[in-house]
């Protein structure tokens, strides 16, 4: 795996562009969801299980971040909260290349072996997430 840092190529997607646009965007509908007091969104296989799901707490994880109350978000939903983290992060990155028009940094060159381990990787992360969140007390989601 390499990564190359190169100006835009014509016809190429803009991935900061757009990812900081969903981002903000989601952001932003979020905020408007909760300004307008609407439900609060339910787990549905919380509701039929009785279990929670991969991203039960992930609401609760979203608002103490936001709040900047990291370890209450972090206690929410570990997995979430580094997904916000690594959000914020590409969000700051995002707008300053934006900004300045600067060259951007990619990803290049994978080999079999790498996609294997990150695939590996992400598995266990997710299922180590839902260990945690299964071994939480009854009632906490």
């Known amino acids: 795996m390499q990564i190359a840092r190169r100006r835009l190529?014509?016809?190429e997607?803009?991935?900061?562009l757009i990812w900081l646009t969903v981002s903000l965007g989601s952001l932003a509908f979020a905020a408007l969801w909760?300004?307008?007091?609407?439900?609060?969104?339910r787990c549905l296989f919380l509701s039929i299980t009785g279990h929670p799901c991969?991203?039960?707490?992930a609401t609760r994880c979203a608002i103490a971040f936001f709040h900047a109350d990291?370890?209450?978000a972090w206690k929410w939903n570990p997995l979430v909260f580094v997904f916000l983290s690594g959000l914020s992060i590409f969000d700051a990155?995002?707008?300053?290349?934006?900004?300045?028009?600067?060259?951007r940094l990619r990803i290049v060159q994978f080999t079999p072996a790498e996609k294997q381990f990150i695939r590996s990787l992400a598995i266990i992360?997710?299922?180590?997430?839902?260990?945690?969140?299964?071994?939480?007390?009854?009632?906490?989601?």
Do not use: K, Q
């Open 93 to 103: 990155y995002a707008f300053a290349v934006l900004a300045t028009r600067s060259a």
């Open 34 to 41: 909760f300004a307008l007091r609407l439900p609060w969104p």
């Open 13 to 16: 997607v803009d991935h900061e």
């Open 9 to 11: 190529a014509p016809g």
């Open 70 to 72: 990291f370890l209450s």
């Open 54 to 57: 991969l991203t039960c707490g």
């Open 125 to 141: 992360l997710l299922v180590s997430n839902w260990i945690y969140l299964l071994s939480r007390p009854p009632g906490v989601f």
